[in-house]
């Protein structure tokens, strides 16, 4: 069964610094690509960071420079670390295969003050 639990998110103000954190199991990691998306209100969900089961990255160009995606394979987990956060990446944030996989965890609430 694939389960996804993402982790880390809260509320900070402009310019401030967040790692979120994904705990992936039931054979959705491996050496699947694996990417961090967002969901903003109003807003379709987007795929914001990706990376390979080998490590290559990459990054939509709102978020390069500021965002490091990584990855874990012998935990199983997916990171992004997120610096100099803007109000305009406040959105919930998944985590997910790439494609996405036809479930979806809870998500973590980021929210950027300005």
């Known amino acids: 069964q694939v389960r996804l639990v993402e982790s880390g998110g809260g509320l900070v103000q402009a310019g401030g610094s967040l790692r979120l954190s994904c705990a992936a199991s039931?054979?959705?990691?491996?050496?699947?690509?694996m990417g961090w998306y967002r969901q903003a209100p109003g807003k379709q969900r987007e795929l914001v960071a990706a990376?390979?089961?080998?490590?290559?990255?990459t990054y939509i160009d709102s978020v390069k420079g500021r965002f490091t995606i990584s990855r874990d394979n012998a935990k199983n987990t997916v990171y992004l670390q997120m610096n100099s956060l803007k109000p305009e990446d406040t959105a919930v944030y998944y985590c997910?295969?790439?494609?996405?996989?036809?479930?979806w965890g809870q998500g973590t609430q980021v929210t950027v003050s300005s």
């Open positions: 990376i390979t089961g080998f490590g290559s990255t």
């Open positions: 997910n295969k790439i494609p996405a996989y036809n479930y």
């Open positions: 039931g054979n959705i990691f491996g050496m699947n690509a």
